[in-house]
């Protein structure tokens, strides 16, 4: 199981390395517009020790060359956060502006490099983005062996099953190992499909049996059973964990076999206080404002699930200020 020492493989200049070292099954933290914010990130390192954290997406402007990426996003672009590897995410079209980003990125310390293969929302961006290249596969013939050339640390795919047929992505799997891509995040969904239904990881098994390529699994990991199984009967190379990371981080430590795999009550009540109360100040410090940090804040709390502290959680997420949320936290402690 994963070692949460601080990882070497952050800082190394070889070429290609991975975020993660040989013979570890990385834990890792999903990439969340919104959610992964360098607050959240920095109470993850520090807390469960993801092995491995992602920034939200970072949009490539193809428009203008002057302003490829927001500022904000390239001083957020580094090697690692507390010792713990940072994966850069790009999303965008075009592969001269996509390459351009990868670049900006690496000169601003990246060193970790994802392209954003999966995000459904075209509203989020222009163009054929985010899954939605998925629609024009032939694009990437040369988009993706383009910012392989570019990127001199580890290149990775974000992807999902397919666009509308789950099993597009076998299509791909020939061109991502003719380019050297260092590894696959599989969220086996289609684009379509966004959120409905559940992650199909009899694709994730099938991906990993017809390619060398190391695939991180990913999708609907809600315990740490269902997670400790998926890794067993795929051989994935690791797990990501998305909405079930963020609504209770312990996660990471229950599938390490380093806390209850099933806690009680008290037990999710105590760590609910502890994560909402260490998340204020980081969110008071990077957000604007009492009504920006609570509406911040609640959007974790919507990713929280437990039908026993359904009173509690109701309370949080009808707090109208913040000393009202201040104060349903408190309680919890009670
Ligand atoms: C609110 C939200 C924001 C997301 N933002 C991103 C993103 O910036 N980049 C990305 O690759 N995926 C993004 N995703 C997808 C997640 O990384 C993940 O692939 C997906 O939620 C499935 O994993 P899960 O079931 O563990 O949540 C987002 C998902 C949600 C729900």
Request: glycine share 8%; with cysteine; hydrophobic share 40%.
């Amino acid at each position: 199981m994963p070692t949460t020492e601080a990882n070497p493989a952050a800082t190394t200049e070889t070429n290609n390395v991975l975020p993660w070292n040989p013979g570890e099954k990385p834990l890792m933290l999903a990439p969340m517009q919104g959610l992964t914010n360098r607050a959240l990130r920095e109470l993850f390192t520090k807390w469960v020790r993801p092995d491995v954290v992602w920034t939200e997406f970072m949009r490539v402007n193809s428009q203008s060359e002057k302003k490829l990426l927001m500022p904000g996003d390239v001083r957020e672009c580094a090697a690692e956060e507390n010792g713990v590897p940072l994966v850069v995410q790009l999303i965008g079209h075009g592969r001269d502006a996509l390459v351009a980003a990868a670049r900006t990125a690496q000169k601003a310390g990246a060193v970790h490099i994802n392209l954003n293969m999966g995000c459904p929302y075209g509203r989020m961006t222009s163009g054929l983005t985010g899954g939605g290249m998925l629609k024009r596969p032939e694009l990437l013939e040369e988009i993706i062996p383009a910012l392989r050339e570019e990127i001199r640390g580890s290149f990775s795919v974000k992807i999902r099953a397919g666009y509308e047929d789950p099993r597009q992505i076998f299509t791909l799997l020939p061109l991502f190992e003719r380019a050297s891509v260092d590894f696959l995040v599989l969220h086996p969904r289609t684009v379509r499909q966004a959120y409905e239904g559940l992650a199909d990881h009899a694709v994730t098994a099938e991906v990993i049996k017809r390619t060398a390529i190391p695939v991180i699994a990913n999708g609907d990991i809600r315990s740490a059973g269902f997670g400790q199984e998926l890794l067993e009967k795929t051989g994935a190379a690791g797990l990501m964990l998305g909405r079930g990371g963020i609504g209770e981080p312990m996660l990471f430590e229950r599938l390490r076999g380093r806390a209850a795999s099933e806690p009680d009550v008290a037990e999710r009540r105590a760590m609910l206080h502890r994560y909402l109360n260490d998340l204020l100040p980081l969110y008071g410090k990077l957000f604007c404002g009492d009504m920006q940090v609570l509406g911040k804040i609640k959007g974790v709390v919507a990713n929280v699930e437990d039908h026993e502290l359904e009173r509690e959680l109701k309370q949080l997420k009808r707090a109208k200020n913040l000393p009202a949320f201040r104060a349903a936290v408190a309680e919890l402690a009670a």
